[in-house]
């Protein structure tokens, strides 16, 4: 059954079962750490995202945003808020579209693991990748708009940011795989699935050559983008948890999938009337980006796409086992795995092996 992103996804509500804290503490916390801030504090949690629970703060002056590490057991490495602060930081002081960064608590012991605040954006998030609502002139802008907002994070000067030592620079695609082979293998609770196991095999046979690093986001959906109500202008980037320094094509064919994959698996638009909708065919969105980061094309691009389908089904394999062990971060975790299957098939057919 397929559903409506905006309306599952879009929007504050109640704080899960599972996912309250103390709102007292908070309150003392914030008022001894964040200048300006006056509680007390109105929380919602936002009902989007999959990972680090993300809250809404209304406080009588003003409005913030918290993200905190999900509670119960997480795998190592992951959930790694205090990198988020980092590099939200960083990209602030560019001029980079993200939300300010205000301050970070590392200390679990405040509301039970670490958190950051950061200033509440205003504007308008697109669940579904087509963005109804626009008519076809406005929706090409919006997606010139974030394809000139990725080739932007992708020229950006790594060392100038302070962001040298944010990852390990060279063989993005074999540590990627080794990461995200060794978590879908670790999490023994959701299970295997036939077509990740071919995918593992397949894209370490194909690994096209060359190397790049660039900082990379690792999750450019559309629904990342906050775009400004009055127009096609982003706003902010969100959720950069899985940030590192990377190769730049798979950070911008991850945000490609869109293309591949139909509106029941992560809100994709295959088979869409394109020009229809003022959205541009594929190949014209890979040229502008191309352009703009000074590219001649992209080969390999099935490569890309196929590990990023694996990557992304990976990520969900890893929401499943949260869902298992009860500590899922989203209430719509449980309709997002169930189109793992279909993800990992398609992302096996982008290798052309039968």
């Given at each position: 059954?397929?559903i409506?992103h905006?309306?599952?996804?879009?929007?504050?509500?109640?704080?899960r079962a599972?996912?309250?804290?103390?709102?007292?503490?908070?309150d003392?916390w914030l008022?001894?750490?964040l200048?300006?801030?006056a509680g007390p504090?109105?929380?919602?949690?936002?009902?989007g995202g999959?990972s680090?629970?993300?809250y809404?703060?209304?406080?009588?002056?003003?409005?913030?945003v918290?993200?905190?590490?999900?509670?119960?057991?997480?795998?190592p490495?992951?959930?790694a808020?205090?990198?988020?602060?980092?590099?939200?930081?960083?990209?602030?002081?560019?001029?980079?579209?993200?939300?300010r960064?205000?301050?970070?608590c590392?200390?679990a012991?405040?509301i039970?693991?670490?958190?950051?605040?950061?200033?509440?954006?205003?504007?308008r998030i697109?669940?579904?990748?087509?963005?109804?609502?626009l008519d076809p002139?406005?929706?090409a802008?919006h997606?010139d708009?974030m394809?000139a907002?990725?080739?932007?994070?992708?020229t950006?000067?790594?060392?100038?940011?302070?962001?040298?030592s944010?990852g390990k620079?060279?063989?993005?695609f074999?540590?990627?795989l080794?990461r995200?082979s060794?978590q879908?293998?670790?999490?023994v609770d959701?299970?295997?699935?036939?077509?990740?196991?071919?995918?593992?095999d397949?894209?370490?046979a194909?690994?096209?050559?060359?190397?790049e690093?660039?900082?990379?986001?690792?999750?450019l959906?559309?629904?990342?983008f906050m775009?400004?109500?009055?127009g096609?202008?982003?706003l902010?980037?969100?959720?950069w948890?899985?940030?590192?320094?990377?190769?730049?094509?798979?950070d911008?064919t991850?945000?490609?999938m869109?293309y591949?994959?139909?509106p029941d698996?992560?809100?994709?638009?295959?088979g869409?009337?394109?020009?229809?909708?003022?959205?541009p065919?594929?190949?014209?969105?890979?040229a502008?980006?191309?352009?703009?980061?000074?590219?001649?094309?992209i080969?390999?691009l099935?490569f890309?796409?196929?590990?990023?389908m694996?990557?992304?089904?990976?990520?969900?394999h890893?929401?499943k086992?949260?869902?298992?062990?009860?500590?899922?971060?989203?209430?719509t975790?449980q309709?997002?795995?169930d189109?793992?299957p279909k993800l990992?098939?398609?992302g096996?057919?982008?290798?052309?092996?039968?």
């Open positions: 059954m397929s409506d905006q309306q599952a996804f879009g929007g504050t509500g109640a704080i599972g996912h309250g804290f103390d709102v007292e503490a908070l003392a008022t001894a750490n200048p300006g801030y504090p109105t929380v919602t949690q936002f009902n999959q680090n629970p993300t809404r703060l209304d406080t009588p002056g003003r409005r913030y918290l993200r905190r590490k999900p509670p119960g057991p997480i795998l490495g992951a959930h808020v205090e990198r988020e602060y980092r590099v939200i930081a960083a990209l602030s002081d560019a001029d980079f579209p993200v939300a960064p205000l301050a970070l590392e200390d012991g405040v039970g693991t670490p958190f950051y605040v950061m200033a509440f954006v205003p504007g697109f669940w579904n990748s087509t963005m109804p609502g002139a406005d929706r802008a997606f708009a394809n907002t990725i080739a932007r994070l992708h950006l000067d790594v060392d100038a940011l302070g962001l040298s944010y620079p060279g063989n993005y074999e540590r990627q080794a995200w060794r879908y293998r670790e999490d959701a299970g295997r699935n036939e077509h990740l196991d071919r995918l593992i397949w894209l370490g194909n690994t096209p050559p060359g190397d690093t660039t900082l990379v986001h690792g999750d959906r559309g629904d990342n775009f400004d109500d009055a096609p202008r982003v902010a980037v969100l959720d948890e899985l940030s590192t320094l990377g190769h730049p094509l798979g911008f991850y945000h490609l869109m591949r994959l139909p698996v992560l809100g994709g638009f295959a869409a009337e394109l020009a229809t909708l003022g959205i065919e594929e190949a014209d969105y890979v502008a980006y191309c352009r703009r980061t000074g590219r001649g094309g080969d390999a099935d890309y796409l196929a590990f990023n694996f990557r992304f089904a990976a990520i969900l890893g929401v086992g949260r869902l298992i062990r009860g500590n899922a971060a989203s209430a975790a309709s997002l795995v189109t793992l990992a098939r398609i096996w057919e982008q290798t052309g092996t039968r």
